[in-house]
C-alpha cells in the first residue's frame, strides 16, 4: 500500500521559522486537510510536499523511500494547484488542457474528461485571456483530471469557484480516492471530503528566534 509520510519537518522562510516538528501521514485512498491562520505554513507544507521547498529539517518519504531524492520522478506522481492558475492567455481552454494531459501521456480523452468534470465543455475554444477567474480556476482544475496523478496538492482550490463547481471539486475527490489516490489541502472554506484528517498548522508554529546555524 502506498504511503507517503513526513517526520519532524521544520520549514524556513527568509529568517522566519514557520513551523517545525510537524509530521503527517498519508495512505493510498486517504485525505489530510492543511488548516490555520494566515502565515502558518500551509501553502508552504504543500510546496514542501512538493519538492518545491526542502525541509530545512527532516525527511518525507514515499514508501519508506526518500520522496525527494529524485525530483522528477517524486513530480510524477503529483499535481500541485497553487494559488495562480497556470493558464496560458494565447492558448484556448482545450490547448492548455492538452498541454497538461500531453505531459502525463495522454491524449484528447484526457482533454474531454478535464472539460466534463468541470463543465467548461462550452469553453474549448475560448483564449485563456478571455476567461474570469473562476474559468480559469476550473481549467487549472482540468488537469488533476486531464493527466492522472496518484497524489494531489491542492492551494485553497476553492477560491473563486461557484457552489456547483465546489460540489463537482468534492465528486472528483471521492473518485480519486476510490481508486487509491491520495489528496492533500489547504482550505478556508468548507469542503465535504468524508474521512480526511485535519493537520492544524498553528499546532506547529514556532516563534523562537531562528538558530544561527539553520539555511534555507
Not at 39 to 62: I, Q
Not at 104 to 129: K, M, N, Q, S, W
Request: net charge negative; charged share 25%.
Amino acid at each position: 500500500m502506498t504511503l507517503f509520510q513526513g517526520e519532524d519537518l521544520m520549514c524556513v522562510r527568509g529568517e522566519r521559522t514557520v513551523f517545525r516538528g510537524l509530521g503527517f501521514q498519508l495512505d493510498a485512498g486517504g485525505a489530510l486537510v492543511l488548516i490555520g491562520p494566515n502565515g502558518s505554513g500551509k501553502s508552504s507544507l504543500l510546496r514542501l510536499m512538493a519538492g518545491l521547498l526542502r525541509p530545512a529539517e527532516g525527511r518525507m518519504t514515499w514508501d519508506g523511500e526518500d520522496a525527494l531524492d529524485e525530483f522528477d520522478e517524486h513530480g510524477a506522481r503529483l499535481h500541485y494547484v497553487g494559488h495562480h492558475d497556470a493558464v496560458k492567455p494565447v492558448l484556448s481552454v482545450a490547448e492548455n488542457i492538452a498541454f497538461w494531459a500531453g505531459v502525463r501521456g495522454r491524449g484528447e480523452d484526457g482533454v474531454r474528461d478535464g472539460l466534463a468534470t468541470f463543465d467548461i465543455a462550452h469553453l474549448y475554444d475560448v483564449p485563456g485571456r478571455f476567461l474570469s477567474a473562476g474559468q480559469k480556476r476550473r481549467v487549472n482544475l482540468a488537469r488533476i483530471i486531464a493527466a492522472p496523478a496518484p497524489l494531489w496538492l491542492l492551494d485553497e482550490p476553492t477560491t473563486a469557484l461557484d457552489k456547483a463547481t465546489i460540489k463537482r471539486l468534492e465528486n472528483a475527490i471521492a473518485d480519486h480516492r476510490s481508486g487509491g489516490g491520495m489528496v492533500v489541502l489547504s482550505t478556508h472554506a468548507d469542503i465535504d471530503m468524508p474521512g480526511a484528517n485535519v493537520l492544524n498548522l498553528a499546532d506547529f508554529a514556532c516563534r523562537a528566534p531562528l538558530d544561527e546555524h539553520v539555511m534555507v
